[in-house]
């Protein structure tokens, strides 16, 4: 079943097309990565799709409704979520606090950061962001400031913020940039969990190919905001198109 139709998406910026004419179908319970060259298009997509920008065209279909043009919490509270390329959290907030703030929006869509002391009125919220900081393994961090944590910890507090809200779909925007190796393990391991354990559908963008092919069931390539292929990890590798558009045929 499908959960996100992207039809003719198309962005400009003036003279620049970052995105062009891009069509796009994601099933339910898949993982899909989008890759590409820097440039490519990528996380502006992303940000079509949740609506940090308006397209130029086309439209986003989410479980078979219109979103094209919602705001970003609407989106959200519509089931679609994601992490950023860097880590967007509040640092002078507890790890916990992060996790509260993130589900009440996601709830609420607005709301006064004086909420914080009223946590009574909202067990069965704070239940749940305890929970996702357990499967993240921030659970025995959950009351430090979270500017005190290590940067891995940091990204991953970012994730586990775009996971309060239980969506149906995730996307993970370069979720392991600038990590050190033992930081990316841990990280994709977690993803995996995510994977196997939650009911939802991930959408990855990652410049790390190996990653890419760990995690993915399907793989969209997109070159100069046009994609050039889609297929399984085992065709995109093959694919002399997609290893033309890396660095003039070098294979990935």
Avoid: C, W
Avoid at 136 to 150: H, I, T
């Amino acid at each position: 079943m499908t959960i996100l139709e992207i039809n003719e998406l198309t962005k400009r910026f003036g003279n620049l097309t970052a995105v062009d004419d891009l069509s796009l179908r994601i099933e339910r319970g898949e993982s899909l990565s989008i890759i590409g060259p820097n440039g490519a298009g990528k996380s502006t997509t992303v940000n079509l799709i949740t609506g940090l920008l308006q397209p130029s065209a086309g439209e986003v279909l989410f479980q078979g409704e219109d979103i094209t043009g919602a705001r970003p919490h609407e989106i959200v509270q519509r089931g679609l979520s994601r992490s950023f390329q860097t880590a967007s959290i509040f640092p002078e907030l507890t790890v916990e606090q992060n996790a509260v703030v993130a589900a009440l929006g996601a709830e609420h869509g607005s709301f006064s950061l004086n909420f914080l002391r009223r946590l009574v009125g909202y067990d069965a919220v704070a239940d749940r962001a305890r929970r996702t900081l357990e499967d993240m393994g921030l659970d025995e961090q959950r009351d430090l400031e979270a500017q005190s944590l290590p940067y891995g910890d940091k990204r991953r507090l970012e994730m586990a913020l775009a996971l309060t809200s239980e969506p149906d779909l995730l996307f993970l925007d370069e979720p392991t940039a600038g990590m050190s190796p033992d930081e990316t393990e841990t990280t994709v391991t977690l993803i995996e969990r995510i994977k196997r354990d939650r009911d939802v559908t991930i959408v990855l963008i990652e410049h790390d190919m190996e990653i890419v092919f760990r995690i993915s069931d399907r793989i969209a390539v997109l070159s100069q905001g046009a994609k050039i292929a889609d297929g399984t990890p085992a065709e995109i590798q093959d694919d002399p198109t997609v290893q033309k558009a890396y660095l003039g045929g070098i294979e990935i």
